[in-house]
């Protein structure tokens, strides 16, 4: 079982919708979840990180944590084109790692 | 604030040649990180340090990867002989405190091509 997946396959969406995304994990005992994006031929950057059950708001962006079921997503509210890239979930493991997912391609369509 | 700063940005070499890949951590982070990152198995950690020393080597791909960190300002990525399969954008990333817990925040990577 990979430790951190993501549906590879692009996700489309038009202009001003709703972009939702999902990532599952292996180890019960992560702590700290994280969302990166990145932008062709670019380096990932950060956008979310949690660390608590729920849900954490920042800006568009909101990240939900669910441990019992241990999967953790991210909304795009007011999705833009400056929004198209590619999400990675990253999820922390006891030995001070993060694992990635493949991650997950967006496409806003105007 | 200067973020990660990765050197060579483009590397292309011939198979056999020697690549040796840079990279200057933000000051003050105590973590060091090296990914490899492929459309087939994406970012893969490869190894990591803490305050300089090495603390996890285990997905160094083979003994032809060797890393160092002679200093908390640099680290190197070093290949030797370079293999075409050793094709990839390696990324250098750093954080403060807690390497599984903080923020990692990734240089802009040096694109490999092995011909």
């Known amino acids: 079982q990979k430790e951190v997946e993501q549906n590879s396959g692009p996700l489309s969406v038009p202009e001003g919708a709703i972009a939702s995304l999902n990532c599952t994990y292996s180890d019960r005992g992560s702590q700290s979840f994280f969302w990166y994006r990145q932008y062709s031929g670019k380096s990932p950057e950060l956008i979310m990180f949690i660390y608590s059950n729920g849900d954490k708001e920042d800006g568009r962006f909101t990240a939900q944590l669910n441990k019992a079921s241990q999967y953790v997503s991210l909304l795009i509210r007011d999705s833009q084109p400056s929004d198209s890239a590619t999400y990675l979930c990253?999820?922390?493991?006891?030995?001070?790692?993060?694992?990635f997912g493949k991650g997950n391609q967006v496409v806003v369509i105007p | 604030d200067a973020g990660v700063i990765q050197s060579p940005r483009h590397e292309v070499t011939e198979m056999g040649q020697e690549v040796t890949l840079r990279c200057k951590p933000i000051?003050?982070?105590?973590?060091l990180f090296w990914y490899r990152q492929t459309m087939m198995r994406g970012l893969e950690l490869l190894i990591y340090?803490?305050?300089?020393?090495?603390?996890?080597d285990s997905g160094m791909p083979e003994d032809r990867f060797s890393a160092k960190m002679p200093n908390a300002s640099f680290s190197t990525l070093k290949i030797q002989p370079s293999e075409p399969r050793d094709s990839a954008v390696y990324f250098c990333a750093s954080s403060f405190g807690t390497g599984g817990n903080q923020p990692q925040h990734f240089g802009d990577g040096t694109r490999l091509s092995i011909l």
């Open positions: 000051s003050g982070h105590d973590y």
């Open positions: 340090f803490n305050n300089n020393v090495p603390i996890d």
């Open positions: 990253a999820v922390s493991q006891g030995n001070n790692r993060l694992a």
